[in-house]
């Protein structure tokens, strides 16, 4: 990982980490924990005052998405969702609402100041059927087809790695998967320099892809049946927009994994789980998942 990289994280973190903060000082308080302070573009007024008001305040007020992919993932009962970059966890516990007990709802996030928020709105929650996972959406700390829907909100904007987010989303998709996601994008005609000018990385504009980089980089992941839909601007030629993507039905792994069984990731079967086993006989798990490249190492 460069520098630059490092830095840019670093920086996400750290801006997260005080918005988790701030919720939880909030939270003792005599009129309990305030909002973020985005501006109207982003926060928990995207969301339904139905959704809002059946949710622990922590979770609403540590909102700083650009959208509600709850409302547009088209949820189903029995469904297991992952949620990138899941922050306080209001998209996680409605997401869990929706599956209801037979589904599930994991959350992922790198700050452990908004994991810990989470967790203590999950049981003011009283959800069940909720994990929450430490890691980032550049390597999904979950076996390959076992999730239905992937969601996030206006997170993967964020990341300094976009094809490895595409990838490891495409990876832990079921064949059949989709994904619902809220995200922000710019338009075509924005250079990135352009672009950074419009926000910085914290403020979800400067490592925005344009409507065309996201559809290249979502096919060349494997996703078919690209939609990406702009609901609001947020800035001058900057758009929230809703993204849809499926996972098709016979994807056995991403195109960067050509060869691989129906079952196999990085080279592996049953791969982070404890069955797991190379695909090729000849080389150890861990020869095999250095081999095929993947990020998966553990």
Do not use: W
Not at 110 to 130: D, F, H, I, S, Y
Not at 177 to 190: F, K, N, P, T
Not at 210 to 218: A, H, I, N, Q, V
Request: proline share 6%; aromatic share 4%.
């Amino acid at each position: 990982m460069s520098e630059q990289t490092t830095d840019l994280r670093e920086t996400v973190r750290r801006r997260y980490a005080a918005a988790a903060a701030k919720v939880t000082e909030g939270g003792t308080a005599c009129c309990g924990p305030q909002p973020v302070e985005v501006d109207d573009n982003f926060g928990s007024t995207l969301y339904a005052p139905g959704d809002r008001d059946a949710l622990p305040a922590g979770a609403v007020a540590a909102s700083l998405g650009c959208g509600n992919p709850t409302a547009v993932a088209e949820l189903r009962e029995g469904e297991r969702v992952l949620d990138l970059g899941s922050g306080g966890g209001i998209d996680v516990l409605l997401s869990a609402r929706r599956v209801g007990p037979t589904g599930k709802a994991y959350g992922l996030d790198m700050t452990e100041e908004m994991l810990a928020l989470a967790l203590a709105n999950q049981k003011k929650a009283g959800a069940t059927n909720v994990e929450f996972l430490k890691g980032t959406i550049e390597a999904i700390p979950l076996p390959a087809n076992t999730i239905d829907v992937v969601i996030s909100n206006c997170v993967i904007n964020l990341s300094t790695d976009k094809p490895a987010v595409f990838a490891e989303t495409f990876r832990v998709l079921r064949p059949g998967g989709r994904i619902g996601v809220s995200d922000v994008v710019a338009d075509d005609a924005l250079t990135p320099a352009q672009r950074a000018e419009r926000g910085d990385y914290v403020g979800c504009i400067a490592g925005a892809l344009s409507f065309t980089e996201y559809r290249t980089g979502l096919e060349a992941a494997g996703f078919t049946d690209i939609e990406i839909t702009p609901t609001h601007p947020v800035a001058d030629g900057m758009h929230s927009a809703i993204v849809h993507a499926t996972k098709p039905l016979t994807a056995a792994a991403s195109p960067t994994g050509e060869g691989r069984t129906a079952d196999a990731c990085c080279g592996v079967n049953a791969c982070c789980t404890p069955a797991e086993t190379a695909a090729d006989p000849a080389l150890t798990v861990t020869e095999a998942k250095t081999a095929s490249g993947c990020g998966c190492q553990n």
